[in-house]
């Protein structure tokens, strides 16, 4: 079946230690998402890239970057994680970006992040 | 972008139909109403969208008011395995961007 895989599942990494988090697709989609869920929290966008065009949100902290080396993965870095950067880190995609369907989401299961 | 009001909490008995309610009273024409659910430990799942029409599928039914501002998600025959938080968002069609609110903690009791 065509899905959004991410990997780790769970992930602990140190304070200030790099962590990667990987998201992987098999839908072909041209629009890949990240979003950090804290918990008790709804998701909240981070960024998202439409093909290799990068896009960032506003008020997404400079610690956090994305790398999309090819069209079915997506990658997370947390240049120096801090605790309140611990929290669920959600990869999605979607068929295209302006369109009837562009809200249209798959999600895959996430990546639990602690920071010790 | 465009906010919707969402009741915190529901409750439902096992195969009786849920209506959730969503208030969004500043959409705009190009909006889409869309809901996602995410049951726990999970990511969020599509449900449904619409833009002005009624729309059925198999998971669900989506109620559109008249003048749009407000929505109605229907689950025909709540299961156990419809406990889950449900968001109303409204998707612009310039943006395609997923802004979530706090959503609708549906619980189903047996």
């Known amino acids: 079946d065509a899905m959004v895989i991410q990997n780790p599942r769970y992930q602990v990494t140190q304070f200030g230690k790099p962590v990667t988090l990987s998201c992987s697709q098999t839908?072909?989609?041209?629009?890949m998402y990240w979003y950090q869920q804290k918990s008790s929290q709804a998701p909240k966008l981070l960024f998202h890239?439409?093909?290799?065009?990068?896009?960032n949100e506003a008020d997404t902290p400079d610690n956090f970057q994305s790398r999309r080396p090819n069209t079915s993965f997506c990658f997370l870095d947390i240049r120096s994680p801090g605790l309140g950067d611990a929290a669920m880190y959600l990869c999605?995609?979607?068929?295209?970006?302006?369109?009837?369907?562009?809200?249209?989401?798959?999600f895959g299961p996430g990546t639990r992040l602690t920071v010790t | 972008d465009a906010k919707t009001t969402q009741p915190n909490s529901m409750e439902s008995n096992e195969e009786e139909p849920v209506h959730l309610p969503c208030n969004h009273s500043?959409?705009?024409?190009?909006?889409?109403i869309h809901w996602y659910r995410q049951l726990p430990s999970q990511g969020p799942e599509y449900v449904i969208h619409?833009?002005?029409s009624n729309v059925n599928n198999r998971m669900a039914s989506l109620a559109i008011a008249e003048d749009r501002k407000s929505s109605t998600l229907i689950l025909h025959r709540a299961t156990l395995r419809d406990a889950a938080v449900y968001y109303c968002?409204?998707?612009?069609?310039?943006?395609?961007?997923?802004?979530f609110g706090q959503g609708t903690t549906l619980q189903v009791k047996p």
């Open positions: 619409g833009l002005t």
């Open positions: 839908l072909n989609h041209n629009v």
């Open positions: 968002i409204l998707v612009s069609g310039n943006t395609g961007k997923l802004i």
């Open positions: 500043t959409i705009s024409g190009t909006d889409y």
């Open positions: 890239y439409y093909d290799k065009d990068f896009n």
């Open positions: 999605a995609t979607s068929r295209d970006f302006r369109s009837n369907t562009a809200g249209e989401q798959y």
